[in-house]
């Protein structure tokens, strides 16, 4: 899919195309990747089609939904799925449990950091539910990395998205 595909998305669908995009993202189902889309909800800021504000309240608001939603999935059925899973894989039962004793350990701190980081920033949210973490504390935390991590990529498409779209043009 190339750049003006995308951008016909954005002018069709406007900023509902965006959190849609990025909900799809952290409850870490296929779609977009919201690293491409970020940018470009960034470049179309940038050119006063949506605010940047607006851009950055619809991106946290649907990491935080789809963070939400796994959270609840560790807290309702996550150790069922754990342990299927690692009837699957048993060699992932060590690596997997050490992540969940860090959490213990490292509690918001732990969830912070982990939504920094890419693939881990959306299945945390799972462990944290099951370790049943402050829901508050959790949502604090996860709230904090989302807005970090979404204001990098969303920055970036809005201060060189149009340079890098003319050089690679």
């Not at 951008?7 to 409850?27: K, R």
Request: hydrophobic share 55%; proline share 5%.
């Amino acid at each position: 899919m190339d750049i003006q595909t995308l951008t016909n998305y954005f002018l069709e669908y406007g900023a509902f195309f965006i959190f849609v995009i990025v909900l799809l993202e952290y409850l870490n189902l296929p779609g977009f990747p919201a690293g491409v889309i970020m940018p470009l909800a960034g470049i179309w800021a940038s050119q006063g089609q949506i605010s940047f504000p607006m851009v950055m309240v619809l991106s946290v608001a649907a990491g935080l939904t789809g963070s939400w939603a796994l959270y609840l999935l560790g807290r309702t059925g996550g150790s069922r799925l754990l342990d299927w899973y690692f009837k699957k894989f048993p060699k992932h039962k060590p690596v997997i449990e050490e992540k969940i004793r860090f959490l213990r350990e490292k509690g918001c701190v732990g969830v912070f950091v982990s939504k920094l980081l890419p693939m881990v920033r959306t299945l945390i949210s799972i462990p944290a539910g099951m370790v049943k973490m402050n829901f508050v504390k959790y949502t604090v935390s996860s709230a904090l990395g989302i807005f970090l991590w979404n204001f990098l990529f969303v920055g970036a498409g809005y201060f060189f998205g149009e340079a890098a779209i003319r050089i690679f043009s």
